[in-house]
């Protein structure tokens, strides 16, 4: 499998953030709509990690600003839920909470 240049910069993201190794595994579609109409719609691609101390899975895309990287634990547990959590973090950032 040859790796595209998406991969190997979030994988260079993600080593840089944790310190640790990672191995791709797949790329997942996920789209988010709000009131039917879709505000978001990105790949996000899932690693394997190894050597970090808690999470075995990390959720990554590219944003227009940067890189995005959630790990797999507590209620993120999937390619979407590590989206809808990124949104809402950011949501709460941007009103000062």
């Known amino acids: 499998m040859q790796m595209s240049a998406t991969v ?17 595994r797949e790329a997942v579609p996920v789209a988010e709509t709000h009131r ?6 990105e790949l996000v691609h899932v690693f394997d990690l190894r050597g970090h101390p808690t999470a075995g899975r990390c959720y990554a895309w590219e944003e227009h600003w940067g890189v995005v990287t959630m790990l797999h634990a507590g209620r993120v547990d ?6 809808r959590f990124a949104g809402a973090a950011r949501d709460r950032a941007a009103a000062g909470c």
């Open 8 to 24: 190997r910069l979030l994988e260079r993201a993600i080593r840089e953030r944790y310190g640790c190794r990672t191995r791709f």
């Open 36 to 41: 039917g109409h879709l505000v978001w719609r």
């Open 78 to 83: 999937s390619p979407g839920e590590s989206v």
